[in-house]
């Protein structure tokens, strides 16, 4: 007689029972716990996709990514039977708001989650389970087997986020939906838009429209630029909500703001409007802070940015403020950082603004690449969360080496091993694991001008800190890991993704 049970592995501590013929599952991001299981579930033409009532989004969602390249039809079905079962409820309190239990057993898939953010989180996971093939938007002869494994998981931290600058280079609707899809598979779910820079203003804001038609005209390098309609923003809510992922739209104020300065003559303090820039200069700007009419303009703009934003954050920026002095910075915040509140958000910032608040619902961006910094430190014994985005580790625009193409490197070189080694939970001094609110990685676009440069610089970057934000620390491993990266490759060659192939990874 067979043994049933040819192994049993848990990831994430000691291996139990014999050594396994079944080899783990190589997913990204690292689950808590992973059992291995004999046996497995093969798709075939009549299996159904079975949603709890209030579950269904998820099924035809899951349904689009596996028909195409399946062929098969996959109904989404409130009819209890076996074949994938999306079941909402009957979870351990553990797994929590976001997380999720996978079964898969010769009968088939279950994935069970206490919301409906935890089936999609699963849907990811069980994406990963089945071969690469399975991303292609053809019909590929391939069988669809998903191994026998028993999986519960749920994220270290609640925020998991990247960040599309938008403002450098424009980049329209369809390659930030691109992005989301791709941050989706890793579980991120917020997007992070730096919606106006010096080089442009990228949201349409109806009581201002200059700032758009003018201000949204050009590029870095000069090129046309562009910027969203209303309708078009919310097509980018909406399509990221679908996906689980929150936008967090950015204005950046009140230094990097050239653009709307160009856009509006009586925003600057001498009433003259500069010309449109279109170098990666920075530091060289400043909303006027001594004017009343700044003021309007800003409570303009976030009423009307609150109005199209579902999500409980707008981003202020607050960064690089050199051409304002700490005596008009201050003020500056201190009138506007009220206003968010006024609309019903809170702030988020670049780590700098919170030095000029005591409201401890506003959240500081740690971009800097020290690993122990007065302000946040302090903002933290204050009660502060702190969103990590450590330049040297999290930016997907640093070089990966001398020799990438495209990018900036005054953060220095990452390479993949870079981005993976470091702990968010304890990266800074006196910021701890309880004062980490996520992890974001930015993508600042000076020098990424396509949906291509995205793939390659995100590439494998994006999954090392996507894994940093979801794993347990427990199992954080770079040898596993660059395994289990070898096997995503082969997904992001299946997506259509031109992803940097690092010479860290034994790349299949
Ligand atoms: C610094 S990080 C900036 C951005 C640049 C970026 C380029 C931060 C808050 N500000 O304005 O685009 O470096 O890497």
Redesign the pocket.
């Given at each position: 007689v067979a043994s049933v049970l040819v192994a049993l592995v848990v990831v994430g501590g000691a291996p139990v029972g014999s050594a396994s013929a079944t080899p783990l599952p190589r997913l990204v991001p690292e689950p808590v716990s992973v059992q291995v299981k004999s046996g497995g579930y093969t798709l075939s033409a009549s299996t159904k996709i079975h949603t709890s009532p209030g579950a269904r989004g998820v099924g035809e969602y899951l349904a689009g990514i596996l028909r195409p390249s399946t062929g098969y039809r996959l109904p989404v079905t409130s009819a209890p039977h076996g074949g994938i079962s999306l079941v909402l409820g009957g979870v351990p309190k553990a797994v929590g708001d976001q997380g999720y239990q996978l079964t898969v057993t010769r009968s088939g898939v279950t994935v069970r989650a206490a919301s409906t953010t935890g089936l999609f989180s699963g849907v990811q996971t069980l994406r990963q389970l089945l071969p690469p093939a399975v991303e292609k938007r053809d019909r590929q002869h391939v069988r669809w087997t998903v191994p026998g494994v028993t999986i519960t998981d749920h994220p270290r931290f609640a925020h998991r986020g990247a960040m599309l600058?938008v403002a450098?280079h424009f980049h329209p609707v369809a390659a930030v939906k691109r992005y989301v899809d791709q941050l989706a598979l890793y579980k991120i779910n917020y997007l992070h838009l730096h919606l106006t820079d010096d080089q442009g203003w990228r949201f349409q804001v109806d009581s201002w429209p200059r700032l758009t038609t003018h201000g949204g005209s050009t590029q870095v390098g000069g090129g046309p630029g562009g910027y969203y309609t209303k309708a078009q923003y919310r097509e980018i809510v909406a399509y990221a909500a679908a996906r689980k992922i929150t936008v967090i739209p950015e204005v950046d104020l009140p230094g990097?703001t050239n653009a709307a300065l160009s856009s509006y003559a009586e925003l600057n303090c001498d009433g003259v409007a500069p010309p449109l820039r279109t170098d990666i200069e920075?530091g060289y700007s400043s909303l006027c802070v001594s004017k009343d009419v700044t003021y309007r303009f800003v409570e303009d703009v976030i009423r009307e940015l609150a109005a199209s934003t579902p999500g409980e954050y707008l981003h202020i920026g607050g960064?690089?403020a050199q051409a304002t002095t700490d005596e008009d910075y201050q003020t500056f915040m201190s009138k506007v950082l009220p206003l968010v509140g006024k609309y019903g958000k809170k702030v988020l910032g670049?780590h700098e603004f919170v030095k000029t608040t005591t409201d401890t619902s506003a959240v500081p961006q740690y971009?800097g690449r020290s690993t122990s910094n007065a302000v946040v430190q302090d903002a933290a014994a204050r009660g502060h969360r702190v969103l990590m985005s450590p330049?040297n580790k999290t930016?997907l625009?640093m070089k990966y080496d001398p020799t990438t193409p495209i990018g900036?490197k005054?953060a220095g070189y990452i390479e993949v091993k870079d981005a993976y080694e470091w702990n968010p939970g304890a990266h800074l001094t006196g910021v701890p694991e309880s004062s980490v609110l996520g992890v974001e990685a930015p993508l600042?676009t000076?020098t990424i001008e396509t949906s291509a440069h995205i793939d390659y610089m995100a590439f494998p970057r994006l999954a090392a800190i996507a894994e940093l934000a979801w794993s347990p620390w427990s199992t954080h491993d770079w040898e596993g890991f660059r395994t289990r990266l070898a096997a995503q490759g082969e997904r992001w060659t299946a997506l259509g993704i031109d992803f940097y192939r690092s010479p860290q990874i034994a790349w299949p």
């Open positions: 600058d450098r990097h920075v960064d690089e670049w971009w330049a930016y625009d900036l005054w600042w000076e």
